[in-house]
């Protein structure tokens, strides 16, 4: 029994029009998804999806994309990301999952899921842009959502460890509204997507800053290989 973090799937089954194969290192990617997936997760092992699960604008629309994931072994745990835009509230998604007998699917959103001694925690994050008033706004929500989630596993005694979609570091642009929350609650792992291409992994944080060990996740970064947490 194994944790796995991947992100930005961006998987396309109900929009097969915005498939990423047009970018390169994203040839024929949902079956690398696949495979890599069979050849790496058992049924009893754990999946963080880090954000941009799927191109569907709505939950009908992502249902195709959904459905392959509960067919692939393994709970997931599934966090938003910038262009997950079928995402709604807590309830209602966790209503369709059930209702379409997507028993494998969560949702992390103010929240946490127990992992032995472990908590999984998280939430989308933002951008770094503090002279725009409307930006900083729904970084403030972002940051008390992470808040939120490490509050909660730490009232249950877990360790949190934080996955989320937009990293808080990244070049030299530094997101303090989310490191502070990392600081306040002594996280020791971060794990992030959202970054693609050649020029972007090669400016992500990786490793340890500021005692955070920094992990970039991101499913083209993986070469769409599940990473493993623990």
Sequence with gaps: ????????????YGVPEKTMEIFSGWENYHALIKENWLKNIGSDDTVV???????????????????????????KIILKGNHDYWWTTKNKMDNFFAQ???????????NHYAYEKYAV?????????????ADAKV?????????????????????????MHYPPI?????????????????????YYGH????????????????DIDFTIISGDYLHFIPEKVI
Excluded at 4 to 10: K, R
Excluded at 100 to 110: A, K, P, R, V
Excluded at 148 to 158: E, I, Q, R, W
Aim: some cysteine; proline content about 3%.
């Design 139 to 163: 970084l403030g929500r972002e940051a008390q959502r992470l808040e939120v989630s490490l509050k909660s596993a730490v009232d249950a005694g877990l360790e949190p460890i934080v996955f």
């Design 121 to 133: 925690c998280g939430t989308r994050g933002w951008v770094n842009m503090p002279d725009e008033p």
């Design 49 to 75: 999806i880090a954000g941009d699960v799927s191109w569907g604008m709505s939950l009908a629309q992502a249902e195709k994309d959904f459905r392959f994931l509960e067919e692939l072994p393994g709970r």
């Design 1 to 12: 029994m194994s944790l796995f973090v991947i992100g930005d799937l961006h998987l396309s």
């Design 100 to 110: 379409s007998g997507f028993n494998s699917l969560n949702i992390l959103h103010n």
């Design 170 to 190: 990244f070049a030299n642009s530094f997101n303090y509204d989310i490191l502070d929350v990392l600081y306040r609650y002594k996280i020791k792992r971060c």
């Design 195 to 210: 970054i693609h291409g050649a020029r972007g992994h090669s400016l992500a944080v990786k490793g340890v800053y500021d």
